[in-house]
């Protein structure tokens, strides 16, 4: 259990949750690369909770090895990222949630998604699936033609070893 007064029902869901663990007074999402974590409060009346998803992500320029961005590249993957994170509440159960909040900050990227669960499980399943939108907002924006570090580096690394295992798995598995 964690030191914050979650409400009972969400801090039990999250506790149930094989990809959130405890940390620091929230839950630490262990599926995605990045840091993700989850908080709640409670809600009005017979909901179960005001669950905020803060995700941090580098910035283009921080995820890049030596060359320096150009700062037109930089501007627009930044507001790509932004304008593509609107749609984050896609992926919830949720109808009830506030504006997803991006920002930046020198060579951080602060994603903040806020919503009322309704029902615990959902409200905790919306968690992951958002935090996880976020990391695939974020995979699809990387731009060729740079070399990569840190999570970025390895969401790319992550993509080209499912490739490998699909192209091997419609050769039989067999090596060519």
Same mark, same amino acid.
């Given at each position: 259990?964690?030191?914050?007064?979650?409400?009972?029902?969400?801090?039990?869901?999250?506790?149930?949750?094989?990809?959130?663990?405890?940390?620091?007074?929230?839950?630490?999402?262990?599926?995605?690369?990045?840091?993700?974590?989850?908080?709640?409060?409670d809600a009005?009346?017979?909901?179960?909770?005001?669950?905020?998803?803060?995700?941090?992500?580098?910035? *283009?320029?921080?995820? +890049?090895? &030596?060359?320096?961005?150009?700062? !037109? %590249?930089?501007?627009?993957? $930044?507001?790509?990222?932004?304008?593509?994170?609107?749609?984050?509440?896609?992926?919830?159960?949720?109808?009830?949630?506030?504006?997803?909040?991006?920002?930046?900050?020198?060579?951080?990227?602060?994603?903040?998604?806020?919503?009322?669960?309704?029902?615990?499980?959902?409200?905790?399943?919306?968690?992951?699936? *958002?935090?996880?939108? +976020?990391? &695939?907002?974020?995979?699809?924006? !990387? %731009?060729?033609?740079?070399? $990569?570090?840190g999570p970025?580096?390895?969401?790319?690394?992550?993509?080209?070893?499912?490739?490998?295992?699909?192209?091997?798995?419609?050769?039989?598995?067999?090596?060519?």
């Amino acid at each position: 259990m964690t030191d914050s007064p979650l409400p009972a029902a969400i801090e039990h869901e999250l506790e149930a949750h094989d990809a959130f663990e405890p940390t620091d007074g929230a839950y630490e999402l262990t599926t995605t690369v990045f840091d993700a974590t989850v908080t709640a409060t409670d809600a009005e009346g017979p909901r179960d909770g005001h669950v905020t998803v803060t995700v941090s992500l580098p910035t *283009l320029g921080a995820a +890049v090895a &030596g060359d320096a961005v150009a700062d !037109i %590249v930089e501007r627009d993957w $930044y507001e790509t990222l932004e304008r593509r994170l609107g749609d984050a509440f896609t992926v919830a159960h949720t109808d009830t949630h506030d504006e997803p909040a991006v920002d930046r900050s020198d060579d951080q990227v602060r994603v903040v998604l806020e919503y009322t669960a309704w029902d615990a499980r959902e409200g905790v399943e919306d968690a992951k699936a *958002l935090a996880e939108f +976020v990391e &695939g907002t974020y995979a699809q924006g !990387i %731009v060729p033609g740079y070399e $990569y570090v840190g999570p970025a580096a390895t969401l790319l690394e992550n993509a080209q070893s499912r490739g490998q295992e699909a192209a091997d798995g419609e050769r039989g598995g067999m090596p060519m």
